[in-house]
């Protein structure tokens, strides 16, 4: 099983700027006030998508089993029958299947209100995450696509590329981020943008593997 302090693994460089969440989080779950939930992970370690569920969970000092898929070959009947589509990651949560990584992020950060955003009846709490929403598809649909042609260009037109590609994270991103403080929207710890974008972004390493990870 997986706890909390695994996830130095995940964070990589950044990892300086994450604090493992308080004391009174574990002792809940300890002396039974929150009844902690049953967790098992399909993941890929070299899949920077199933990473958002691994920061999340970490995040969120959730305990799970993880279960290992290997993208590489033809997924077995049995995890097809967890997700017939065979991506990673994926989540039985209960007994309940949650898949995709962005649906898996939202529903474990909504299912345990903390840090990483508001819940909608909070003050503020709609708008931070229609804010939060906004910036990442903002970074995947207008900025992340550019980045594989860079990969795999030479010479001028991987330097065109590279121009295009930082001209639209100045334009696209960049005004998003006006407040952060590290985090975004002035947070001073990890949120749910990060958790959504990070794991993508800064591992370049993991980036130039994308094709072993269907997503």
Not at 81 to 110: C, H, M, W
Request: with cysteine; proline share 7%; hydrophobic share 40%.
């Amino acid at each position: 099983r997986f706890r909390p302090s695994n996830r130095i693994f995940y964070y990589r460089k950044a990892s300086h700027h994450f604090k493992i969440p308080p004391a009174s989080t574990f002792r809940a779950f300890k002396m039974g006030s929150v009844s902690a939930p049953k967790i098992i992970l399909y993941t890929n370690h070299r899949c920077p998508w199933a990473h958002r569920a691994h920061i999340a969970l970490a995040e969120l000092g959730l305990e799970y089993t993880e279960e290992i898929i290997d993208l590489s070959v033809p997924r077995t009947p049995e995890y097809l029958k967890v997700n017939p589509r065979g991506l990673v990651p994926s989540i039985n949560y209960n007994g309940s299947i949650v898949t995709e990584s962005a649906i898996v992020a939202q529903f474990l950060a909504d299912a345990h209100p903390s840090h990483l955003v508001k819940t909608s009846s909070e003050e503020g709490g709609a708008l931070q995450r229609a804010r939060i929403a906004y910036f990442v598809d903002a970074y995947f649909s207008k900025v992340n696509g550019g980045f594989w042609g860079i990969l795999f260009a030479e010479g001028e037109e991987k330097e065109k590329l590279a121009e295009a590609f930082v001209d639209n994270v100045v334009k696209e991103v960049e005004p998003l981020l006006h407040d952060a403080a590290p985090f975004f929207g002035g947070s001073k710890k990890l949120t749910l943008a990060e958790v959504c974008s990070i794991s993508v972004s800064p591992n370049l390493d993991l980036l130039l593997n994308i094709r072993e990870c269907p997503g």
